[in-house]
């Protein structure tokens, strides 16, 4: 059948336009003003985007419907669905089995281990900011913070590459395709060379953990090795870095909040969480293995349905005065981090991330502010955040 929908209004959606990536919630709230809950877009591969929480949760969790075997959000969707990154791109019955070998990595008490070294470089980083008086809180903060954090659980020395890997291959890549081919390659020999490496000389690190790993007592291909290894890479860095940019950058600008969070560092919790909810930078694709109705548009089989996360968390349905931020906000079930089998595997220590994060930069520095109107540029497709947060330390 022909999917192609008859024109509306909201049609057309560029998440890469520089409106879109300013402000993505005035398209949001005047679909919803129009009801319009789904809308078409041809730009960029194509796609369909809900903005209804339930929606989104529903879709997100529907592997049998809704396949993510390309969850990239922009690009043809031939390259998208040539990445394997297991398990983010791996549909049931396999999906269970190829989380549940990274799952190790990720039990609660492993995570929470991390905790000193986050808050030693996180301490760190902020003095160094407030010795200079203020800096860009995402490249000179936030970047590094998270790569030490990814590299040291890979087991892997830090370098700036890694940021350069992922800027290219997230902010850039979906918009060209020569310039994915090549990050993608140069990620993949790197993996490689690294896995003979650890398979020659085991360490106690990720990359060692995956070279042995096996399902069922057959070893992992190399190529699932890699994936997954590369998956942690990019759901790990400029996610996280995103969020904890949004975070500063709504504490270099609401005065009142910040104050309040020095003032009482017991809201923490609650304020962190109220940031990943209005904040939340990841949005992913699934791909309708048949044809599937969306709030009463038909999305056509091998079509893209692109899942907002950030869309759904300022649903008025599911949360009182959805655009207002509340750092006590006590009922607050967002889908920053997914829905369903694919719920984030990194929560736990996004979280942690986030949280020492907050409490380490305003024992620092508890006054600071936005450099100039100018000092925000936020970047848009799959991971939306501050490219830099320019700040001052006010005295
Ligand atoms: C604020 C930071 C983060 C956000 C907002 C975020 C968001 C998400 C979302 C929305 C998904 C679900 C994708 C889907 O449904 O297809 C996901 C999956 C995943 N994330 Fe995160 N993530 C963050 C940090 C991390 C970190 C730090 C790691 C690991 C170091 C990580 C590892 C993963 C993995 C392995 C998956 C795949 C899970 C699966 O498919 O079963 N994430 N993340």
């Avoid at 350069?164 to 291959?169: K, L, V």
Wanted: overall charge negative.
């Amino acid at each position: 059948m022909s999917s192609q929908p008859a024109e509306d209004g909201h049609d057309g959606y560029d998440i890469f336009s520089p409106g879109f990536r300013a402000d993505p919630y005035a398209t949001w709230s005047a679909m919803r003003a129009a009801g319009c809950p789904v809308a078409h877009s041809g730009q960029w591969g194509g796609s369909w985007m809900p903005v209804r929480y339930d929606t989104v949760r529903e879709t997100a969790r529907d592997g049998e419907r809704f396949s993510s075997r390309a969850v990239e959000v922009a690009g043809p969707l031939e390259s998208a669905g040539g990445l394997f990154l297991p398990p983010l791109t791996s549909d049931p019955p396999q999906h269970k089995l190829h989380r549940d070998v990274l799952m190790p990595y990720f039990l609660p008490k492993r995570i929470a281990a991390f905790e000193p070294f986050i808050r030693d470089r996180a301490r760190e980083l902020a003095a160094g900011l407030a010795a200079r008086g203020g800096g860009d809180a995402v490249t000179d903060f936030a970047q590094g913070l998270t790569i030490a954090v990814l590299t040291t659980m890979l087991g892997v020395p830090p370098g700036e590459q890694f940021t350069d890997w992922m800027i290219r291959m997230i902010r850039i890549g979906p918009k060209d395709q020569a310039v994915r081919a090549q990050v993608v390659g140069e990620i993949l020999a790197y993996l490689g060379g690294l896995l003979d490496e650890r398979e020659a000389e085991p360490r106690d690190d990720l990359i060692t953990y995956l070279a042995g790993a096996a399902i069922d007592g057959v070893p992992l291909s190399r190529k699932h090795q890699i994936g997954s290894a590369f998956l942690i890479l990019i759901a790990g860095a400029d996610t996280t870095w995103s969020a904890i940019g949004s975070s500063l950058w709504h504490l270099a600008t609401h005065d009142e909040d910040r104050r309040r969070l020095v003032a009482d560092p017991g809201l923490i919790d609650t304020a962190a969480e109220e940031f990943l909810r209005v904040y939340a930078p990841v949005s992913v694709g699934r791909i309708a293995r048949e044809e599937a109705d969306l709030d009463g548009r038909r999305v056509g089989a091998g079509e893209r349905v692109l899942l907002a996360f950030a869309a759904a968390n300022r649903d008025p349905d599911v949360f009182e005065d959805p655009d207002e931020i509340r750092i006590d906000r006590k009922r607050n079930r967002h889908l920053t981090f997914g829905s369903g089998g694919h719920r984030c595997l990194g929560s736990n220590l996004a979280r942690l991330e986030l949280r020492v994060t907050l409490e380490e930069w305003l024992r620092v520095m508890p006054e600071f502010r936005l450099a100039g109107p100018g000092g925000i540029e936020w970047s848009g497709g799959q991971t939306r955040g501050p490219e830099r947060v320019e700040f001052l330390v006010s005295r």
